[in-house]
């Protein structure tokens, strides 16, 4: 099995969408705080960045969907 940089940018996008909702709600209840949850969606969202990257250096018709889900995150 084939795992692009495509596959890896949309698992990205999709676990950063997953820690914006649940980060929110540990921050709330005081099982995070507020600076932890901004560091690990900064890195998330780093790793996205570069996948997308890589998409755009490697295949960029594969990552179009992809580029603009990130861009509205």
Known sequence: M???AADKLECAERE????RRVY?????RGKMTK????RELQL???????YLQLCD???PQLCLETKR????A
């Open 35 to 38: 600076g932890q949850s901004e």
């Open 44 to 50: 998330m969202e780093a790793i996205a960045e570069d």
């Open 16 to 19: 950063l969408r997953y820690r």
């Open 24 to 28: 929110g709600r540990l921050v709330e």
């Open 57 to 59: 250096e490697d295949a």
């Open 69 to 72: 889900t990130l861009r509205q």
């Open 2 to 4: 084939t795992i692009t």
